[in-house]
Nanobody, 121 residues
Framework: QVQLVESGGGLVQPGGSLRLSCAASGSIFSIYAMGWYRQAPGKQRELVAAITSGGSTNYADSVKGRFTISRDNAKNTVYLQMNSLKPEDTAVYYC???????????????WGQGTQVTVSS
């Protein structure tokens, strides 16, 4: 069994910063990509940022230059540093990871429970 646990969401004023964390635990042999998605009310879930085990990153155009994704492979943890936050960043943010539990086993897509980020004055 694998769990992803997110933390760090909350209420922040426009222009402020937040740092999200997501720790993976359980039966883990290897993690390939880890990422953050978000879903605002009435909208589809969208990719915010992703990072591979080798450190390659990918960002949504709307967050480039403001958000930074990083990971600590030893701790199976991914972070999202969010700066210059805007009201349109308000959403539930979900952690995602591609994980295999043993050598030769299939890779599975896991999701966290989500953490609310609200940007408002």
């Amino acid at each position: 069994q694998v769990q992803l646990v997110e933390s760090g969401g909350g209420l922040v004023q426009p222009g402020g910063s937040l740092r999200l964390s997501c720790a993976a635990s359980g039966s883990i042999f290897s993690i390939y990509a880890m990422g953050w998605y978000r879903q605002a009310p009435g909208k589809q879930r969208e990719l915010v940022a992703a990072i591979t085990s080798g450190g390659s990153t990918n960002y949504a155009d709307s967050v480039k230059g403001r958000f930074t994704i990083s990971r600590d492979n030893a701790k199976n943890t991914v972070y999202l540093q969010m700066n210059s936050l805007k009201p349109e960043d308000t959403a539930v943010y979900y952690c995602n990871a591609d994980i295999t539990s043993r050598v030769g086993s299939s890779w599975y897509d896991y999701w966290g429970q989500g953490t609310q980020v609200t940007v408002s004055s």
